[in-house]
């Protein structure tokens, strides 16, 4: 079995859950998942998880997306995209100076309102099979933040966009709501991520990549292991009369830790056994004065 993280660039017209269908089938095993949905019309990177790696899968869904965007003004549709039915068209009479303004104030913290067209449930029902029946639903506002907005190339009515933003952000709603303040409306006429986390589009592997790099014995090179997730993390060993402890998942005391630090107490540690195999992440309970597992990974 795989274990670790593959850094994928889902092409256009699948889904997330395509993906890691196709894969498992590439593999030969079931313990997959993927990071975090991204449209059918939308490509670029997707973090996959395999083997004990999908514990990480939560994890990755909390890091901040880079994406490339264009937006296309003057038009809104019922998806907030272009793949969607088209369902105004306005004139595009603002100038450069305003969309610029206009895009630089989405910037920070914001309340964004999940589009119809979207994998969130409400009473146990996707809003998209909603949506597909013709069904409008209220939907709370969430928080979002866009940590950088920048404009790339206008030639009006398309603006092209970097965006770096929190999880759970909408880059068609962004798009759409530029297009409302502006007056003319607006949708998305494309979307590549360029980002998660650590990685980047740019070493994101295509499905036949993968395919041809497993037939040749050579995927595990591309696999980020699961306690390089945590680099910034201090890294110690259990003392050998003590593998079974952290074996069970038990908590440890710092006499049973190889090299723990005085600065190191009261942070968290990426803890192996005494063969050097990763077993988890431990936290410092000052009260009890030991280390409990805070997330496990041993096989």
């Known amino acids: 079995m795989y274990n670790g993280v593959l850094n994928i660039y889902k092409e256009a017209g699948f889904t997330s859950h395509d993906v890691v269908a196709k894969l498992r089938g590439i593999l030969k095993q079931k313990k997959i998942g993927h990071t975090g949905t991204l449209d059918p019309d939308a490509v ?37 995209d272009m793949s969607g039915q088209v369902l105004n068209t306005r004139p595009v009479e603002c100038t450069a100076e305003e969309i610029t303004a206009c895009v630089n104030s989405f910037c920070g913290e914001q309340m964004q309102i999940p589009p119809m067209y979207s994998a969130l449930k409400i009473n146990g029902k996707k809003l998209y099979e909603l949506a597909r029946e013709g069904k409008t639903v209220e939907r709370a506002a969430r928080p979002v933040t866009f940590y950088d907005i920048t404009i790339c190339q206008m030639d009006i009515p398309f603006v092209s966009l970097h965006v770096t933003c929190s999880k759970g952000t909408y880059i068609r709603t962004l798009c759409h709501d530029i297009g409302k303040k502006l007056g003319c409306g607006a949708a998305m006429e494309q979307l590549t991520r360029t980002g998660v986390g650590r990685f980047h589009v740019d070493h994101a592997l295509k499905l036949e990549q993968v395919e041809t790099l497993k037939q040749e014995n050579k995927l595990e090179s591309c696999l980020v292991p699961v306690d390089a997730m945590f680099e910034n993390l201090e890294k110690s060993w259990v003392k050998p009369a003590f593998d079974l402890l952290v074996h069970n998942g038990n908590p440890l005391r710092a006499d049973q830790i190889t090299a723990v630090r005085q600065e190191t107490l009261q942070k968290q540690l990426r803890i192996y056994d005494s063969s050097h195999q990763f077993a988890g992440i431990y936290e410092y309970d000052a009260g009890r004065e030991i280390y409990k597992p805070k997330k496990m990974f041993l096989r």
């Open 44 to 80: 670029g990177v997707l973090p996959v998880c395999l083997g004990s790696a999908t514990k990480l899968c939560d994890m990755l869904t909390d890091e901040k997306k880079s994406y490339q965007a264009v937006l296309r003004l003057g038009v809104t549709t019922d998806t907030q």
